[in-house]
């Protein structure tokens, strides 16, 4: 079986528009810099300006960049691997922990709305993949990806597993990902009659 990736919501087919705008960007402000250093424009009140607004813009559209192409669901051929990572505010959280759970070992697949964190500020949509191995949790947290694509990750990860012998019963895709809405829905209703 490929590898396979799968981006935030917006990030697969602009994945490569975003890198050559992005290295469009940053070459630019290199160039103010540089530009700046070799005494073209150090004079005026708009090269200062220009200089500061690169050395400021540079580090942030790199690190947004790479962040967003760093939170992805990477589908090996005999594992799911997810980068961990911080979501930013007061006090930091994890909005994801690193995930790393071979096919042969899930038991059931199925969707919650939870904090990943309990130091999180909001619940977010997980996708919970319950283990064989004393029945651990490992979850993954969809928030910035769309429907269809939970769906069709849902789909493509219990097609691998049962490949890889696991022999497991899976729901598709489109039936967890309805449960999740079912559930969520309900507990709205219970949370407003409090």
């Known amino acids: 079986m490929e590898k ?6 917006g990030l697969r087919g602009l994945r490569y ?10 070459g630019g402000f290199v160039f103010a ?3 700046f250093f070799v005494g073209k424009m150090y004079a005026s009140g708009q090269g200062w300006a220009l200089f500061v607004g690169s ?6 559209i790199s690190f947004v960049f790479v962040r967003a192409m760093t ?12 980068r961990g990572w911080l979501s930013g505010g007061r006090g930091r ?5 690193d995930v790393r759970i071979p096919y042969t070992d899930i038991k059931k697949i199925f969707m919650v709305s939870s904090k990943v964190d309990e130091n999180a500020y909001y619940e977010s949509p997980l996708i919970v993949f319950e283990r064989h191995s004393g029945g651990h949790q490992a979850k993954v947290n969809v928030q910035f990806y769309a429907k269809k694509r939970v769906i069709e990750i849902i789909d493509e990860v219990a097609k691998r597993a049962w490949k890889s012998q696991n022999e497991a019963e899976f729901k598709s895709g489109a039936e967890i990902f309805e449960n999740y809405l079912y559930q969520k829905k309900n507990k ?3 949370d407003k009659r409090k």
Not at 55 to 60: D, E, V, Y
Not at 74 to 80: E, F, M, Q, T
């Open 93 to 97: 959280h994890y909005g994801q922990y």
């Open 4 to 9: 396979k990736v799968y981006y935030q919501n």
């Open 33 to 35: 810099v540089v530009w």
């Open 55 to 60: 050395l400021i813009t540079i580090p942030i």
């Open 188 to 190: 709205k209703k219970k």
């Open 17 to 26: 528009l975003g890198y050559a705008l992005c290295l469009a960007i940053i």
């Open 71 to 82: 939170l992805s669901i990477v589908l090996d051929a005999d594992k799911i691997y997810v």
